[in-house]
């Protein structure tokens, strides 16, 4: 499989470099500026690319260099950023922080002569966001590039094959950035547009085949995309041998559980072990209200279930976890500034002694999807909005009893409903229902009520770490109000959340 290497200096859009690469079909992979060369070598790369970084290569400590050989490889390398800073660093050129600052869409002048600008015009538009910039080439070094304020904004050495541009081919504010790109894989590393997300099926299907050979497999699913498609992966791998077990702890969306039974074990022939296992949770969170003690609860419960179930499984030795890409790339380059803690599934304890199948590691959830679709999971389940492993019960402020999970529950999937018929499903990060522990008056017919308020949330969100509310539609948020207040008994209220993250969160606890 040809492959591009992305080299991760800490840049906010090095993931999205990858990503831009596998949309022109080569694969690619991210990976930390300091892995060692051999390794790099032995990955047999069609092409290097340097990200950008939040470091300066004229801060005094500079700690983000890498291997002088690396220009040595004869591998066709392309600096973005910050690394086209760090090829003329290293290759003896110069870096100065005495220049100008440039911020945001810039004009610049390119010279189409080099193959990396081959087919654009003279003068384009590019997405900049620099302090530093290069003022002296590296020698046998030209400039391709330059904008009024910044005479050295691309450089080549065409023999060598290495490339740099001061700005950012991959975001979309530069409108030929994937012209750019084209031209470095396929005329400068030579690679073709051959590598498709499905590409990976038959891959890791043998590659699962050859781990488990002959043995037990078994799977937590979650009902969410990433363990369901991880599931019917490993089942084309090995068949009968696999188990899924679906601990229902009673505070999923309404209808999820019949979902996940008719998909795995009607369509898929899937051996299947569902665990209804409400009343056992809703006895554990009986009188419980501090938020953390309720996912405290419900993670120990979800694990000693699973183990139970897992026990049963004669001579299970492996098991399945829909560990994506982003995952991977978080907890393993060092210098991402923005790590965040991610939980697997239940948070399945380290010492179950089972070795581990994670046939999703080199995708992005968008890829994830993608395959799911191909592998014929019902888009219900594809492309279904995200969900907290503890479910409603975080959504549930105070006590989580039978009937304020009914309530929840029916507010929630009306909730689902109209944001479906309008057409916004798909559009939205999440959009659900949250019950608060406080009651108000209102009047139904000539009576008084005394009862709950629905809250509802809709927020979109790249990747959960920013979210902003949703500017719903008025006709929306009214069929939603009239909806739920005439059809789920015991709320007389509805309030439309909002607040952007941060300062808030996207869930209520
Ligand atoms: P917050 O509320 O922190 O949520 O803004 C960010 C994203 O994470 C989801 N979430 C969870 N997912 N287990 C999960 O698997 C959890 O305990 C959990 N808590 C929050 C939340 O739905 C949102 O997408």
New binding site residues.
Partial sequence: MENIIVLDFGGQYSQLIARRVRELRVFSELVSYDMPIEKIKAKNPKGIILSGSPSSITAKDIGYIVDKELFNLDIPVLGICYGMQLIAYMLNGEVTNSGTNEYGKTRINIDTSSLLFDGLQSVETCWMSHKDSVYLLPPFFRTIASTPNLPIAGIEEPFKKIYGIQFHPEVIHTPSGMDILKNFLFKICKCSPIWTTVSIIEKEVNEIKEKSAGGKVICALSGGVDSSVAAILVNKAVGERLTCIFVDHGMLRSGETEQVEKTFKDNFKINLVLVKAQDRFLSKLKGVTEPEQK?KIIGTEFIRIFEEEAKKIKDANYLVQGTLYSDVIESGTKNAAKIKSH?NVGGLPEDMQLKLIEPLRMLFKDEVRVLGIELGLPEEIVLRQ?????GLA?RIIGEVTGKRLEILQKADSIVIEEIKRAGLYNKI??SFAVLPAIKSVGVMGDERTYDYPIVVRAVSSED?MT?DWVRLPYKVLEKLSSRIINEVEGVNRVVYDISS?PPS???WE
């Avoid at 995200?386 to 503890?390: M, T, W």
């Fill in positions: 996912r939980h995200p969900f907290p492993g503890p975080i990060w999440q959960a979210a993250k969160t996207i869930e």
